[in-house]
């Protein structure tokens, strides 16, 4: 990229300065030429364009999580290989550079900054998005005293095997020093985030990382099997309160950790009081206080008016149907996943009364929505759409049909995401058992007998894991031989639990 790069249709962003670059690509100060406002650019490279699919399907996941606290998504696109995102451009200081300048910050400010994360969190995780990348250079405070969480656009939904290797070798994106074993082993989750916030309220409280390390293993190495210094040990300021909680946050195991980013921002709120001026970096109180201040005062009293009665609901013919699926199949396709769930999820209803529940048509379109449901994020009715469409399935075809237990390996891979890992791992393990009868080696058994590897890994025992991935290993290559697209994920995925066990 170069200053003067003109991106966007009809050429309407003009690249003007690079503020930052990362293993993964760079971020450039922008002006929108037509609306004639700053903007800030970000770029990310793409080695593999079957990812470009992917990236955009993020962009727009990002573009619909609307908080203060997260700079907003405007546009995406790509230029010269690299994909790109147009965002809101942030005034501030990344909280990396603030210790730079004041080693650690005090108590009040450190956990104003992460109660501040933690709303921003709270909303994410219901959506579900999980950031998977939080740290210090990912942390914005704006003169006013807000904090901006930056990079949701390049963090959210990455599976382990989409962009490999980066600053390790291990699962990504993520960075060795702020990271959840859980997700370094590809089982992302709500909890994973806590850690990270765990590992930046360390350092914000301490001035030093959890745990240092010469290599990236080390250090991952060390998260995986040492327990941290208390961080009240090096700062006397931190209470012992604040001290369990940031042992909490940064505890092995997701199920140790809080519950949610709700319960920490509440818990972190009681430990600021005053603030004293962060020279250059906070010195004044923004006008939009004033406006924030004013909301939080907000108090719904009564109850609401009993609602109107509503006209009913034209049942539409079996066509209406048909060309209605094809509709949302297209919107799907062009990545546009929330309008084609709102137009199957209000035909639904209509469709069973005039079709019946056994027909061919009605079934495939609940499948359809659960299928856009996951496809858009919305891992939550995902979990409810797959388990119904997995009820009305087995009445009629049996427990054994391959749509049913698409439905029940989706329902579980849709409770992952939602980082309920020890659902997930029973509902997977129960499918497995129920499989058992069949082919030990077809493709749907191989996939499910992984799954279930990397959610024993993400909740912690490793052992088990590794063993039924050296097995599900040995069995892949005895039957289908060293070149199944399945056995090079699987011994890659081995080495580097060698590496980071032995590092």
């Known amino acids: 990229m170069r200053r003067g790069d003109l991106l966007g249709e009809r050429e309407r962003y003009e690249l003007d300065q690079a503020i930052g670059r990362g293993g993964m690509g760079e971020v450039w100060r922008a002006y929108d030429r037509f609306l004639d406002r700053r903007l800030a650019v970000k770029f990310t490279r793409v080695s593999d364009e079957s990812l470009v699919g992917r990236f955009e399907q993020e962009a727009r996941s990002t573009a619909w999580f609307e908080h203060p606290g997260v700079p907003t998504v405007y546009d995406f696109g790509s230029h010269e290989g690299n994909f790109y995102l147009v965002m809101q451009y942030v005034e501030g200081t990344t909280v990396d550079h603030v210790l730079d300048a004041e080693e650690r910050l005090s108590v009040s400010w450190a956990s104003l900054v992460a109660a501040q994360v933690c709303a921003v969190l709270n909303v994410a995780h219901q959506r579900p998005l999980v950031h998977r990348d939080l740290k210090p250079s990912n942390l914005m405070l704006c003169p006013d005293g807000s904090v901006k969480v930056l990079d949701f656009g390049a963090a959210v939904g990455l599976g382990p095997g989409d962009v490999r290797r980066t600053t390790t070798g291990l699962g990504a994106p993520y960075t060795p020093g702020y990271t959840a074993m859980e997700q370094v082993y590809g089982s992302p989750s709500p909890q994973s985030d806590l850690y990270s916030l765990g590992c930046v309220l360390y350092e914000m409280l301490t001035g030093r990382p959890v745990f240092l390390g010469n290599t990236p293993y080390e250090v991952l190495r060390r998260h995986e099997d040492e327990d941290p210094t208390p961080p009240r040990v090096l700062n006397p300021d931190v209470s012992s309160a604040l001290d369990a909680l940031v042992l909490q946050l940064l505890a092995k195991q997701p199920a140790d950790r809080p519950l949610s980013a709700d319960e920490v921002y509440h818990r972190l709120l009681e430990f600021?009081?005053?603030?004293?001026?962060?020279?250059?970096?906070?010195?004044t109180?923004?006008?939009?206080?004033?406006?924030?201040?004013?909301?939080?005062?907000?108090?719904?009293?009564?109850?609401?008016?009993t609602a109107r009665p509503t006209e009913p609901v034209e049942l539409p013919t079996f066509d209406e149907v048909v060309q209605a699926r094809a509709e949302a199949a297209e919107l799907a396709d062009a990545g546009r996943y929330t309008q084609a769930a709102e137009l199957l999820s209000d035909l639904t209803e209509p469709a069973r009364l005039v079709l019946g529940d056994d027909d061919p048509e009605y079934m495939g379109l609940r499948l359809d929505l659960a299928d856009v449901l996951f496809q858009g994020g919305d891992y939550r009715r995902a979990v409810h759409a797959y388990r119904a469409a997995a009820v009305t399935l087995t009445e009629f075809y049996g427990p054994d049909d391959p749509h049913v237990l698409n439905c029940r390996e989706q329902e579980a891979v849709s409770q992952a995401h939602l980082g309920a890992t020890g659902t997930a791992l029973t509902h997977l393990e129960g499918l497995l058992d129920d499989l058992s009868p069949g082919s030990p080696y077809d493709t749907f058994t191989l996939r499910v007998r992984e799954r279930i590897a990397r959610l024993k890994l993400a909740a912690g025992r490793t052992d088990e894991a590794r063993k039924e991935l050296t097995d599900l290993l040995a069995d892949l290559t005895s039957r289908y031989g060293d070149d199944h697209p399945q056995a090079e994920g699987l011994r890659t995925l081995l080495y580097d639990l060698t590496q980071a066990g032995t590092g």
């Open 285 to 305: 109180i923004a006008p939009q206080h004033l406006y924030s201040t004013a909301v939080s005062r907000i108090q719904i009293t009564g109850t609401a008016p």
């Open 272 to 283: 600021v009081s005053s603030l004293e001026v962060l020279p250059g970096i906070v010195d």
